[in-house]
């Protein structure tokens, strides 16, 4: 890593990477270690007939993504990505997880090796080798050092400076190299709580599995079931993505990190207040597909519940294991392949926890 000042490039500029440019960029203009100026990589759009970097960087306001919190002024959109990475130190990349090939694509080679990386995007991929974390096509694809950022942080609280906790982990194996300190001090203020954990495996960066259990939820608040049903669709998801990691993660799984901010915590605000459950709500109470709400509900947000659920199911399905995960199962089906909503409530009565 490059002696201080150390440059910041933020790779995302959506609702959570706008929430986490206004805290980075507060944060450097106390740390001497970073350059004072942080570089937002924005896909570029028209909003209202302007560009929308020329919005933030006049106006410093995400009207589209995060409209009502002013950016702090040392944040510079930038539309090139190139332009945005190239001197960067260190990237913090916060895209829907449907973008992240195109993008490291589009940058490799064009940052510095020795540069450090932090993802906090959530969802995981399924390709020709199965499943693949997106730390770890990060690491593979760019060559740099990744660490993973997972919390109860839903972006608009966040960015509100509501109280939160969230997690760092090292995803990387072998000794600490001192990094995710320098990390945790970049996101840490007084509302934001950062632990650090050296996890063993690949376990944490899993836990966008929250988000096929939150349209399960949400599908439930949709059949107005309840709290006690959407209590056990939480219960009986966690034990599902506990499963699941056990069966697919690199190494020893630890219980206890489910117990983390990136776990249980986050697995519980996704199912009670993320777009996730909102879009499920609706899906379940107006018949229109997961495309269409999509499309009308989030102005631009992306969905990420229903997409992990069928790379889940292609995973799962290929390894002979979907009856080993009736609710991530129900999810995909109910999403995807036309099985009524009240499926939702029969794959609870039969789940074989029950059985
Ligand atoms: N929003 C939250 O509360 C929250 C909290 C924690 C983690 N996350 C995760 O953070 C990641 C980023 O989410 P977000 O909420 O910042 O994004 P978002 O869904 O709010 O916004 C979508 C982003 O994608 C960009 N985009 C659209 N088309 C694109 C294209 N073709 N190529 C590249 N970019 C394109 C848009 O410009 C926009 O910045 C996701 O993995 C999400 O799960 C979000």
């Known amino acids: 890593m490059a002696a201080a000042p150390l440059k910041v490039c933020i790779v995302g ?4 990477g706008s929430a986490v440019a206004k805290i980075i960029g507060n944060n450097v203009k106390n740390l001497q270690k970073f350059a004072s100026t942080v570089k937002m990589w924005v896909f570029e759009e028209t909003v209202n007939g302007r560009k929308l970097t020329d919005i933030i960087n006049n106006d410093h306001e995400n009207v589209k993504y995060l409209p009502g919190h002013k950016l702090p002024e040392n944040v510079v959109a930038v539309p090139n990505l190139s332009e945005a990475v ?10 829907p997880h449907q973008f992240i090939h195109k ?3 589009e940058i490799t080679g064009k940052v510095p090796k020795k540069a450090l990386g932090i993802t906090l995007i959530k969802g995981i991929d399924e390709g020709p080798e199965g ?3 997106i730390s770890d096509i990060i690491r593979e694809k760019m060559g740099i050092d990744i660490s993973v ?6 972006a608009s609280e966040v960015a509100a400076g509501k109280f939160c906790e969230t997690t760092i982990g090292e995803a990387a194996e072998g000794p600490s190299t001192g990094s995710t300190q320098l990390l945790q001090k970049l996101m840490q203020t007084p509302n934001l709580s950062v632990t650090v954990m050296k996890y063993p495996g690949s376990a944490p960066p899993l836990w966008s599995l929250q988000n096929i259990v939150a349209v399960g939820a949400g599908f439930c608040d949709g059949l107005r079931c309840g709290d006690n049903t959407k209590a056990a669709v939480i219960r009986l998801g966690l034990m599902e993505m506990i499963a699941f990691a056990k069966i697919f993660c690199k190494g020893q799984v630890s219980t206890a990190t489910f117990l983390e901010s990136c776990g249980v915590a986050d697995l519980i605000t996704t199912c009670y207040g993320g777009r996730n459950r909102k879009v499920a709500e609706a899906f379940a109470r107006t018949g229109k ?3 269409e709400l999509e499309k009308e509900m989030l102005n631009g947000q992306k969905l990420q ?3 992990t659920s069928a790379e889940v199911y292609r995973i799962l399905k290929q390894k002979g294991l979907l009856d080993k995960f009736p609710l991530f199962t129900a999810v995909y089906q109910i999403c995807y392949e036309g099985k009524p909503v009240t499926e939702m409530l029969s794959c609870l009565q039969s789940h074989p926890e029950h059985i």
Do not use: H
């Open 305 to 307: 519940g229903p997409q």
């Open 13 to 16: 500029s959506g609702n959570w």
């Open 289 to 291: 597909t997961i495309e």
């Open 149 to 154: 950022l997972m919390g109860a942080n839903i």
């Open 131 to 133: 499943l693949k974390l």
């Open 86 to 95: 190239q001197d960067a130190d260190l990237l913090v990349f916060v895209i």
């Open 103 to 105: 993008i490291c694509d």
